[in-house]
Structure formats: structure tokens, C-alpha cells
Nanobody, 122 residues
């Protein structure tokens, strides 16, 4: 029973910073690719940043230079450091991961965290 638990959201002023975390737990599993998505009210859920097993990151243009994605494979945890936050960054942020649950299958499936609210407002 693999699951993702995320935390770190909150309310900040424009220009402020937040650090999100996402931890995978279960019996015997392997996490491959991971990423962060966000969804604002009335909008589509979009990919913000992704990271490979080996640590290669990719970012949507709107967050380049401000956000940093990272992971600690020993802890099965991913992070999103968000700096210079803007009101446009306000959204529910979701962790996602491609995971092989060896107890059940040899194939990977996409797992989602519960979401954490990030609000940037003055």
C-alpha cells in the first residue's frame, strides 16, 4: 500500500519562500520519476517541475530561476524549494511519482499526494 504524503504549504507574502516535501511510504517499492503539479481554481492541473531518478530536473518556464526541485532517494522524499513567490503561484500543489510496488506488480503506476495549498498574497 504505497502512498505519498506532502506538506509545507502555507500563506506567504509576494517575494517570500516556501519548501514543499513529498514522502513515499510502503512495503517494498521503487520510485522512479517524480514531479510537482499545481492547480488554481477554474484551471487545469499543470506540471511545474519534474526530476528523474538520477536527479535531472525540468521546469515550466514560469518558475525557472525561482523554484528548485530535488530528491533524496535514501529517504524516498522529494522537495520543491519555492523562492520569489508571486500571486500567480497561488494554487494547490500536488506531488506525483512513478512507483513500482513490488508486492503487487513489476510495472510502474502513477501515485498522487493529497495536495497542499500555497497562497501568495499581500
Amino acid at each position: 500500500q504505497v502512498q505519498l504524503v506532502e506538506s509545507g504549504g502555507g500563506l506567504v507574502l509576494p517575494g517570500g519562500s516556501l519548501r514543499l516535501s513529498c514522502a513515499a511510504s510502503g512495503n517494498i517499492f521503487t520510485v522512479t520519476a517524480m514531479g510537482w503539479y499545481r492547480q488554481a481554481p477554474g484551471k487545469q492541473r499543470d506540471l511545474v517541475a519534474s526530476i528523474t531518478r538520477s536527479g535531472t530536473p525540468n521546469y515550466v518556464d514560469s518558475v525557472k530561476g525561482r523554484f528548485t526541485i530535488s530528491r533524496d532517494n535514501a529517504k524516498n522524499t522529494m522537495y520543491l524549494q519555492m523562492n520569489s513567490l508571486k500571486p500567480e503561484d497561488t494554487a494547490v500543489y500536488y506531488c506525483a511519482a512513478e512507483i513500482i510496488d513490488w508486492v503487487k506488480t513489476y510495472n510502474s503506476s502513477t501515485y498522487w499526494g493529497q495536495g497542499t495549498q500555497v497562497t501568495v498574497s499581500s
